[in-house]
């Protein structure tokens, strides 16, 4: 046990002293500067399961939904979900994450601290009426979602993280069937995507009726022009005499682009 203990410790001194290659955001001065210790787990003789919560500080501008990614290029070090959120960082403040991140590292090889970067992320501003403009809205970040419809899904679930991937990832799909609506072979591709998406969703929330019905008011959201709901029914009018298979019961998960059992939160 004292053997056990004194490894763990000098792990966590490895991190603490010779400190992790954290890449901050240089347009808002976010910076990563601690992180803290909130449960250990074994999960065989030498591989260790970690969670921490991280401290950002911001020596720039006010950052709206602010979130930070660990990576590590590393063969001993598995990031199992990288991803803290922290809210609102006004200038000046310094604030803990509210949720954790989880790595899981193989003590028998030194953690490689200069393997880890950090990257940031945050809410886009809110376009107002010049995101109506155009049939694609404004993307300022490039993320393949619209910058108002970003922010609808992080505001409207602040505190369900899988949901909110759920549905980024039938925005992103939406963002991508509009232009080539009238195009009856990339109408079938992308209805094929968008089903597996829904199907995402629908397996978080438990069912179909309660997926369902985050769904219709997402795509009330997206919808929000004539032009945008004209280049849906477009779309619909495309896939007439076409058929698309949905994956068994059994795949349901497999749709989400991301882990589903392993990330974080709700």
């Not at 709901?229 to 779309?235: E, G, V, W």
């Not at 495309?238 to 795949?251: I, Y």
């Amino acid at each position: 046990m004292r053997k056990k203990q004194l490894t763990t410790i000098a792990f966590i001194l490895c991190l603490s002293i010779f400190g992790i290659c954290f890449k901050a955001l240089a347009e808002y001065n976010l910076t990563i500067i601690n992180y803290s210790l909130v449960s250990e787990k074994r999960i065989s003789r030498y591989i260790f399961e970690f969670t921490y919560t991280a401290t950002v500080t911001n020596n720039g501008q006010d950052a709206e939904a602010v979130k930070a990614t660990f990576s590590i290029n590393s063969p001993y070090t598995t990031v199992i979900d990288g991803e803290v959120n922290f809210g609102n960082v006004p200038a000046g403040e310094t604030l803990t994450s509210t949720d954790t991140y989880t790595i899981r590292h193989d003590r028998s090889y030194p953690f490689d601290t200069k393997a880890v970067t950090w990257s940031f992320f945050f809410l886009p501003p809110d376009p107002g009426e010049a995101g109506k403009q155009t049939l694609l809205g404004i993307d300022s970040d490039n993320d393949g979602v619209r910058d108002d419809i970003q922010r609808y899904i992080y505001f409207t679930y602040p505190n369900e993280k899988k949901v909110r991937l759920a549905m980024t990832q039938i925005a992103g799909d939406f963002q991508r069937l509009l232009p080539d609506a009238a195009d009856p072979d990339m109408a079938l591709e992308n209805v094929k995507k968008l089903n597996c998406s829904d199907i995402c969703l629908y397996y978080i929330k438990g069912g179909v009726r309660n997926g369902m019905r985050l769904s219709d008011a997402l795509i009330a959201e997206i919808l929000n022009t004539k032009d945008r709901s004209f280049a849906y029914i477009t779309f619909n009018n495309s896939l007439a005499g076409k058929t698309a298979t949905l994956p068994p019961l059994a795949e349901h998960k497999n749709c989400c682009s991301f882990d589903v059992d392993n990330i974080g939160g709700n």
